[in-house]
């Protein structure tokens, strides 16, 4: 059965922390994606990893980095997070064209 | 930034009525239309999609029609049911096995009983 996991579900962090998002695939996909979501906004692309350390810049990647050292996992690190950065976090993986979402984190940064 | 428009922004339709929900884009050079259905509090998954190799799509109930002429898709859910109630996404997709997919809002649809 496909999946791709998230860690953690629910995060509240303080203005000015450091925050990790985890993200795994056991699809072996090539591709992974981190997007977020607001409220009415759908969904915004903040990196896209074409594979081990080959990773690109979304439509909005300000304030956030990646890291990719194993096909199966991506990373979303938010260094020193910001108020506006409260939002749900969905990472995904594609083959084919299809992408597979995870469950999404929902980040609150107080 | 390539642009897709989605209508309406929400749409309400009753149990057994057909919804339909539209979807127009600009760049004409891609070659995979897939739209996508959240329920609420859970994340995206795919529903359906087609190529412009033909112009509908069936799935159950939900066909997509597709007019590449005018760059317009519709995704028409017959017997809409309340199980039916999401948000619907039609992304533009940049093509390739390493899709880059680019959201609107989506069309929220409620379904009511």
């Known amino acids: 059965d496909m999946k791709v996991t998230q860690m953690p579900r629910y995060l509240i962090k303080r203005m000015g922390e450091n925050v990790l998002l985890e993200c795994g695939q056991d699809?072996?996909?090539?591709?992974m994606y981190w997007y977020r979501q607001d409220p009415g906004l759908g969904l915004q692309l903040i990196y896209i990893?074409?594979?081990?350390?080959?990773?690109s810049e979304g439509d909005i990647p300000k304030g956030y980095r990646v890291s990719r050292k194993k096909r199966e996992h991506f990373s979303l690190i938010l260094d020193s997070a910001k108020t506006n950065q409260t939002s749900v976090y969905f990472c995904?993986?594609?083959?084919?064209?299809?992408?597979?979402f995870g469950p999404g984190t929902r980040l609150t940064v107080l | 930034q390539q642009q897709v428009r989605q209508s309406p922004q929400s749409l309400t339709v009753w149990e057994g009525e057909t919804a339909i929900l539209n979807c127009s884009y600009e760049?004409?050079?891609?070659?995979?239309f897939p739209w996508y259905w959240q329920f609420p509090r859970e994340s995206p998954a795919l529903l359906i999609a087609?190529?412009?190799?033909?112009n509908k799509k069936e799935d159950g109930r939900f066909t997509i029609f597709f007019n590449k002429r005018e760059k317009k898709l519709s995704l028409h859910i017959t017997d809409s049911q309340p199980g039916d109630s999401a948000t619907y996404f039609c992304?533009?997709?940049?093509?390739?096995?390493?899709?880059?997919?680019?959201f609107g809002k989506g069309t929220k649809l409620s379904v009511k009983s």
């Open positions: 699809m072996s996909h090539e591709t």
């Open positions: 992304p533009f997709n940049s093509g390739g096995s390493n899709a880059k997919l680019t």
């Open positions: 760049d004409s050079t891609f070659d995979y």
């Open positions: 995904a993986s594609s083959q084919g064209g299809e992408q597979y």
């Open positions: 990893s074409y594979d081990v350390d080959s990773n």
């Open positions: 087609i190529r412009p190799v033909s």
